[in-house]
């Protein structure tokens, strides 16, 4: 087993931004306009129940024993605003704002940007590429060459020259992915390879899709409460942790709407949250 723990951290000051094209107005704007297309059409998430919080801030106390601690002065606002975006990005990162004005004095930056770079493997481009076995190289294909340098790099610390994902899907959606990952010693994954595992993908997923025709878990004995119609088609929705949006989108009706239905289950059902909601449902 490899005990490599290393995480390598790629920091750009404002320089390297500029050499990276941020000053290119014109590639900024179509830039943001595919993340406005991305927020329009729901894919993103942001922190919190409802995918949709700006971040978590630390409080600061008006008096404090402790007399390095900050006072809650406007220019003090320390934030962790985590994030991820879909589409061709397909990346997740963190924000850490501390906004004090104490930092430009000392040569240090008001707010610091992380992000990750994202398995070129991950469902979203495997589900854009289509079929049940994807290859490193057509994934690849869908990322940038900075994006790829980056995951390549990781690999070699690995000593790993070539991976193949094999998902499954039910009702277009993957739900189940393995990982094939090969060391240099045994080479790339050739064409004969690839096609004996599209074969044990193709009959593994006549298996999958015979599962999910399977009758649905069935209410517990103690959740037997009169549901609305709507209700009832949320439930389902509920167990496999759709957000709101996505069951608003499931069921052709506002996130607010949702919201309303999900509040008198709560009620119903004595529930503060979704995991207890879903506890008392099926569990009890």
Known sequence: MDNNTKIDFIYLSEQDMIRA???????????????????HIGDYRMAGPNNDS????????????????????????????????????????????????????????????????????????????????????????????????????????????????????????????????????????????????????EMLQLAVSTSAFEPALALSEHAQVALTEREAQLLPLLRQGLSNKAMARELGIAPSTVKTHLDNLYRKFNATNRTELVGRLYLD
């Open 21 to 39: 094209g941020v000053t290119d107005m014109a590639a900024c704007v179509d830039t943001m306009e595919e993340v406005f297309h991305l927020l």
């Open 54 to 201: 700006h971040g978590a801030m630390i409080m600061f106390p008006e008096e404090s024993p402790f007399p390095t601690m900050p006072k809650p002065t406007a220019d003090r606002r320390m934030m962790a605003m985590p994030a991820y975006l879909g589409g061709s990005f397909c990346t997740s990162g963190v924000k850490w704002y501390g906004s004090n004005i104490a930092n430009k004095e000392k040569g240090l930056p008001r707010s610091i940007l992380m992000f990750t770079l994202t398995d070129p493997l991950q469902p979203g481009y495997c589900q854009r590429i289509g079929g049940g076995v994807v290859s490193l190289r057509d994934a690849q294909a869908l990322q940038s060459k900075q994006h790829n340098e980056g995951y390549q790099t990781f690999l070699s610390q690995h000593d790993v020259v070539d991976v193949t994902e094999v998902l499954f899907y039910i009702q277009s959606r993957p739900v189940i992915g393995m990982s094939l990952l090969r060391k240099s010693r045994y080479g790339r994954f050739t064409p004969q390879e690839f096609d004996t595992l599209q074969s044990l993908q």
